[in-house]
């Protein structure tokens, strides 16, 4: 088996750091994204899938030859409010099927803080923090080594993120807080070498480090 990292989602604000950051390590990495994604030029000489989501098939032969897959997909906010079901939920489960069938065995999947709520502001839009739990737990389902990463708000700053101090919890412990995204990147991938993390749902935000 080859020693590549897929990462699902590439052209997201989560995903394309993830492959950003694999890559500064020096992994082999495969990008998996829709026919129409766009992805930013430090990623062009990237090894790309383009697919539809919604083909078993397409997935299963996009992951063929990974060992693992970081997964950074979710619904963008439009006012299509299936999205989140269709999406955090429905694809989920295919690239968790997908994964099985293609023998990747180690899979950390970009969920949300508040995951499985129903009472939440955040369920305006299509449910979402439901149709995240419904994914996660077809993951926790699968069989794979898996780890699902919650974080908190994601925040586009680049500024300074070592001078953020990750707070890391367990499942239901976190109810609020955000984290940049080049954090959440950095940390999907140290779950990949982390065996401790196989199996668990790990709570993510992050606060100004404190001067020593
Ligand atoms: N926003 C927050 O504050 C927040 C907080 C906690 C957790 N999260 C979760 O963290 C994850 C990453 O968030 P983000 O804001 O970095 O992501 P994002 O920038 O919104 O990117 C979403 C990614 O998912 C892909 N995608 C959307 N619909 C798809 C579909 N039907 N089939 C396949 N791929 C699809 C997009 O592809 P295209 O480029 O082709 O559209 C894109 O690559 C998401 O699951 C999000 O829900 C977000």
């Given at each position: 088996?080859?020693?590549?990292?897929?990462?699902?989602?590439?052209?997201?604000?989560?995903?394309?750091?993830?492959?950003?950051?694999?890559?500064?390590?020096?992994?082999?990495?495969?990008?998996?994204?829709?026919?129409?994604?766009?992805?930013?030029?430090?990623?062009?000489?990237?090894?790309?899938?383009?697919?539809?989501?919604g083909?078993?098939?397409?997935?299963?032969?996009?992951?063929?030859?990974?060992?693992?897959?970081?997964?950074?997909?979710?619904?963008?906010?439009s006012?299509?409010?299936?999205?989140?079901?269709?999406?955090?939920?429905?694809?989920?489960?295919?690239?968790?099927?997908?994964?099985?069938?293609?023998?990747?065995?180690r899979?950390?999947?970009v969920?949300?803080?508040?995951?499985?709520?129903?009472?939440?502001?955040?369920?305006?839009?299509?449910?979402?923090?439901?149709?995240?739990?419904?994914?996660?737990?077809?993951?926790?389902?699968?069989?794979?080594?898996?780890?699902?990463?919650?974080?908190?708000?994601?925040?586009?700053?680049?500024?300074?993120?070592?001078?953020?101090?990750l707070?890391?919890?367990?499942?239901?412990?976190?109810?609020?807080?955000?984290?940049?995204?080049?954090?959440?990147?950095?940390?999907?991938?140290?779950?990949?070498?982390a065996?401790?993390?196989?199996?668990?749902?790990?709570?993510?935000?992050?606060?100004?480090?404190?001067?020593?």
């Amino acid at each position: 088996m080859d020693n590549i990292t897929a990462v699902s989602g590439a052209s997201g604000r989560t995903g394309f750091r993830v492959a950003e950051e694999a890559l500064a390590h020096g992994r082999a990495v495969r990008l998996l994204v829709r026919p129409a994604s766009k992805l930013p030029p430090s990623l062009a000489h990237c090894d790309v899938r383009r697919l539809d989501f919604g083909q078993l098939s397409q997935l299963v032969e996009a992951l063929r030859g990974c060992h693992s897959l970081v997964m950074a997909t979710g619904a963008r906010p439009s006012a299509n409010l299936l999205g989140p079901f269709q999406v955090d939920n429905q694809t989920v489960q295919r690239q968790v099927q997908a994964c099985q069938q293609a023998g990747v065995g180690r899979v950390v999947l970009v969920s949300s803080l508040c995951s499985g709520q129903l009472w939440h502001n955040l369920n305006l839009f299509g449910l979402i923090l439901v149709c995240k739990r419904w994914g996660e737990e077809a993951l926790e389902r699968s069989g794979l080594d898996w780890t699902i990463v919650r974080p908190g708000g994601l925040k586009e700053t680049e500024a300074n993120p070592e001078q953020q101090e990750l707070v890391v919890s367990g499942a239901n412990t976190q109810q609020q807080g955000a984290i940049p995204r080049r954090l959440v990147a950095r940390y999907c991938l140290e779950c990949l070498d982390a065996p401790d993390t196989v199996h668990r749902v790990l709570e993510i935000t992050s606060k100004p480090r404190r001067a020593l």
